[in-house]
């Protein structure tokens, strides 16, 4: 078991390498901050000056062995656009993004397993045909769409929600919340609408599938025999077996909530980390993109390794395999 | 007795509403938000104008950009290289802490300091003295004429604030300091700020005072930067904002006409023009002679251009075409030298013939997407009207991130530059940066190579001339050359453009700075 555990964290680190090595390589082409740093009328002996005061007219592995070298001690770098350590600006910008994608994922979870099952118990109903068609719609319609024709419905034309930011917020600790205050929970529907659109048609499908090839199961068709009431052959039999994958997609799709966090939170001015990252890329502020990039990279990491541990603990046959 | 209690609830209650009513409170968005709040970290003219709410400059610009005093109330110079400042008195710090000169000279020695990043913005400053509490001697290279302009730029910090948060010096990215100024602002100006959460909204408060008698009627700030166009609209017309400014052209129409608000605009000092290469080759014609270097084809490059048509279909009607390389408002503009060559594809076509080029030539033009407004669709009407007249133009456009570093390397064969002679607001800025060589710390931006030996006589001559008349003179004189020679191809003045709710009264100004001591709301 050690073993398992060693070779999979071994993995992740060779991953997480990688993940920054490309990330570094990639900066290469997405500009150079000197322009967007100096001033208009800059005369070119001035900009050479910044460049070299930034260690950018060094070769790329000097500067890659520099900044892996910082990581590896913790010193993530400071923002070229504000001059602000970069690990504090990630710190006051995650709340605002996990609280997102937290209520992002529990309204697709709330929504979707109810309506899947609904499509699975009576797949020719209207009901199910109308969610069915919606579901469509909800997964091919582009998320900056979605949020702007929800911030022209509810906002401007009914004026029932705020169309941008997030409210007011209450400070735990470092730890910002609108969760707290009236302003701050509208603040957060529509953009968790927004976000939890795609998650939640892929949650619906997902649990309608499992739930029709649960339902046709030997097992099920036993405890119809026995004539146990419907309620308790849906929802308590089937239902808690058409669960599994929904959680573990439920889990991997976290981190992508996270990473697609980017469009939403443009639409909706909503200060996460996503919104740090596309100014960063205006700006071409090297250390806040590769930080953001690593700690996206890190987040994917994560979950698979637990989620391939928690397989080998689970599965022996895995355990078995990798030995 | 219970009903008396009530009663008079009732009426505390309607005097607590009608107070928070009579509270004046401004609710206003842009689409990026504020850099840092120390103002000598950062080279942008958005964190300058919003900086300049909580901190006051020696000279500021006045109603109509003139300028005028501020922090000090007169000054001489003493010697060519040294100017005298009588300071303001009786003016406080927002923190309580008595202006005098020692925080000018703190103030001038931090933007000095090599990691201050708007260090080359009084780059000809040598340093300050103290005379005595209340007058400081500025000292510059040379005879320099626009001290002032570059002093309405430097904020003045407090010293005494500074020490004591061990912020003398300012943060540099380069050896990793940050300082307390980045996130706490102190000043004399006529607002406080009371919080400031990038990407989520600064508050600013007024400062009941303020030395100077306030012109506007705030009680408080809210600024939220909302950067997508559709959201920031939106927000404007559900009653959230009370101002936008940029308001996104394709949107104005649509404001306008929704009762309760009201589009403001004018023409900015930022210039559009194409800058052309003046290198001996053309990037998509390698291995021949550079036609550009050529006086007839860069006539017939300017000819081929129909700017009316730019200015209708592409800016619907709200920009203004100009001949020249400055603004109206701004010193070294002449209405003489502001004339376009006119629109004339067949005298293009003859003026091609002239220079060797009956069947026109190849070259590339290269534009930015996401700088200017309506950047792209520009150069790809510019590119076809090009291609008409038998220039056969190879049009790329790209991010700014990447567009600038490859301009500043000399890449491009045409491209797109836009200048406002930002922050000194002189035409001094266009001699220096896009028309001389590069070399002395001059021609930071002339990436065509562009060369006039009388343009660089009159620049250096104009660079030591306290005489404004004769110093604006020759500004005048080099941009006439710059114009029969064709070194830029002019375009227009993009506008300016803002959306307020009925009972906002903001003045604008060309530079584009929200300067919100001047509003008023009802």
Partial sequence: ?323 | MKRRLAFSLTVAMGALLGFAADAKTLRWSSPTDITTLDPYAHTESFTTSMLHHVFDPLVRRGRNLEIEPALAVSWKTVKPDTWRFELRRNVKFHNGDPFTADDVVASINRNLDPGARARSNIATVTGAQKVDDYTVDITTKGPYPLLLNDLAGVYIMDKKWMEANDSLKPGNIATGVTTAASTTAIGTGPFKIESYKPDAGTVFVVNPNWWDKPQHNLDRIEFKPIKSDATRVAALLSGELDLIAPAPLQDLQRIGSSSGFKVIEEPSLRLIMLSLSFRPELKAMPGQKNPALDLKVRQAMWHAIDFEAIKKRVMRDKSRNTGTLVAPPVPGYSKDNDQTFGYDPEKAKKLLAEAGYPSGFKTKLNCPNDRYINDEQICVAIASMWTKVGIQTELQTESRATYFPRQDRGEFDVSMVGWATLPPMDGFSVLASLLTEQKEGYGGSNSGAYSNPKIEELTRKAAVELDEEKRRAMLVEALKVARDTVAYIPIHQQPVAWAVRDGVEVPQFPDEYVRLWFANVK
Avoid at chain 1, 193 to 210: F, K, P, S
Wanted: proline letters at 4%; glycine letters at 8%; charged letters at 15%.
């Fill in chain 1, 1 to 323: 078991m050690l073993k398992v555990l060693l070779s999979r964290l071994g993995q992740a680190a060779l991953v997480m390498l990688v993940v920054s090595a490309l990330s570094f390589v990639m900066f290469r082409y997405v500009g150079d901050p000197v322009a967007s740093m100096s001033r208009e009328n800059a005369s070119a002996e001035e900009k050479a000056e910044l460049r070299r005061s930034l260690g950018l007219d060094q070769p790329v592995v000097v500067q890659y062995g520099c900044f892996l070298e910082n990581t590896l001690s913790g010193n993530l770098g400071i923002s070229y656009r504000n001059q602000r350590p970069v690990t504090q600006l990630i710190a006051e910008r995650l709340p605002a993004t996990l609280e997102l994608v937290f209520v992002a994922t529990v309204l697709s979870l709330a929504l979707g397993i109810p309506l899947g099952v609904l499509c699975a118990l009576k797949p020719n109903g209207a009901a199910a045909r109308l969610v069915q068609a919606l579901s469509l719609i909800g997964i091919s319609t582009p998320t900056f769409v979605t949020g702007i024709v929800l911030i022209l419905v509810f906002a401007v034309s009914l004026g029932w929600l705020p169309s941008f930011g997030r409210g007011q917020v209450v400070d735990l600790g470092w730890w910002s919340t609108g969760l707290l205050t009236l302003s701050g929970l509208k603040a957060l529907i529509l953009p968790g609408i927004t976000l939890a659109l795609y998650q939640l048609t892929l949650i619906m499908r997902l649990v309608r599938a499992e739930m029709i090839d649960v339902l046709s199961s030997d097992y099920i068709r036993f405890a119809k025999a026995r004539g146990l009431p419907k309620r308790y052959i849906h929802f308590h039999l089937a239902l808690r077996n058409a669960l599994m994958p929904v959680i573990t997609v439920t889990g991997l799709q976290i981190g992508s909530l996270i990473a697609f966090a980017i469009v939403t939170e443009t639409v909706f001015q909503w200060p996460g980390m996503g919104l740090l990252f596309i100014q960063a890329v205006s700006f071409v502020d090297i250390p806040v993109m590769a930080a953001y990039l690593l700690f996206v990279g890190l987040l994917f990491v994560l979950i698979n390794t637990v989620v391939d541990i928690l397989y080998a603990v689970v599965d022996p046959r895995l355990r078995a395999r990798s030995a």
